[in-house]
């Protein structure tokens, strides 16, 4: 039976729709927009894509949207300057610095450079060690929006086995930390694993964030799984042209899973949503103001 396609899309689309609603009312409390300071180093067409599609849904949900382009020569005392006046900025809740960064600049003083409570990409040292702890921060938005659309299908995640293809500082490493909160056993697997589809036939649960192209076969599933592509692969279609593929062969692994996300339309709409939201939920707490706790 083929597995049900999780609409990642439509859901962000609805959560995109209660940051608008926060939004308008947050300005209608304070006078002013939250803002989201977006800055882009160098021209990486791929990252200028992804930075104008952020300053975008930005602004469609009524908040303040800050854009600033670099060039690829600009030294590192100047972007580091530029860092310390969004900081200092009181329009200015969320900072996000576009990476990867032109080589030179070094990105790990670059993102330490944001003040921890502006940090709503979620990758500054303290915020990934308040996730570790359990403490109020920021989570990565790829692995939070991941979390939120298994919590949607599946409600308690409690008990559930989950198996988390990936280690990056990004994805797999927060997923994985995400999930143990939720209270499922969680196995990390990444390129040294030994025996990677047994491994991955443990899931209950799949977050595949690898990039490899269809790299995880149907065979690979166990039956009725939830499996969450997060990959992104841009590879040659038979007609010349180039097309998105995620890191699971898409139709082999809807034949045996329970529910799916599809590549392009799953995982990936729900990264700008939750920087929108990650932007408003800093907005409320720099102002001091309650948001319900599972408002959004
Ligand atoms: P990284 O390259 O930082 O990490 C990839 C991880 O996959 C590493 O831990 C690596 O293992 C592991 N890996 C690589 N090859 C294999 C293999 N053959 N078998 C098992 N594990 C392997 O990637 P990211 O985490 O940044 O991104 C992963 C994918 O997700 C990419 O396609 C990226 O484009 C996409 N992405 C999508 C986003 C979205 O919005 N949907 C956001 C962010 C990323 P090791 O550590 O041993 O090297």
């Not at 921890?116 to 303290?126: A, E, Q, S, Y």
């Not at 907005?283 to 319900?292: K, W």
């Amino acid at each position: 039976m083929s597995a049900t396609v999780i609409q990642g899309k439509a859901f962000a689309a609805r959560l995109r729709d209660r940051i608008g609603d926060h939004a308008h009312a947050f300005e209608a409390k304070t006078g002013r927009k939250a803002g989201l300071a977006v800055v882009l180093v160098g021209q990486d067409p791929a990252s200028q894509v992804y930075v104008r599609s952020k300053a975008k849904a930005t602004v469609e949900a009524g908040m303040g949207s800050f854009e600033f382009e670099l060039p690829a020569d600009t030294s590192e005392a100047t972007l580091l300057a530029r860092v310390a006046e969004l900081n200092a900025n009181p329009d200015v809740d969320g900072i996000l610095v576009q990476l990867p960064l032109p080589n030179g600049l070094d990105e790990l003083k670059v993102i330490s450079a944001i003040d921890p409570d502006k940090d709503v990409d979620g990758f500054h040292v303290i915020n990934a060690g308040r996730l570790c702890v359990g403490q109020k921060g920021f989570v990565p938005c790829t692995p939070l929006g991941c979390l939120m659309l298994l919590k949607d299908l599946l409600g308690d995640l409690s008990g559930k086995e989950a198996v988390v293809i990936g280690r990056s500082n990004i994805v797999g490493r927060p997923m994985a930390q995400l999930l143990v909160d939720a209270d499922t056993t969680v196995t990390i697997a990444h390129s040294k694993t030994r025996n990677l589809p047994d491994v991955v036939r443990r899931g209950d649960i799949v977050i595949a964030a690898v990039g490899q192209p269809e790299m995880v076969r149907g065979s690979w599933i166990k039956p009725g799984a939830t499996v969450l592509d997060v990959g992104i692969n841009r590879v040659e279609a038979e007609d010349g042209k180039t097309r998105l593929v995620g890191d699971v062969a898409f139709d082999e692994a809807r034949e045996v899973a329970g529910a799916i996300t599809p590549v392009p339309g799953g995982v990936g709409p729900m990264t700008i949503a939750v920087l929108l939201r990650n932007t408003i939920v800093s907005a409320y707490r720099r102002e001091g103001l309650e948001l319900a706790k599972d408002a959004l």
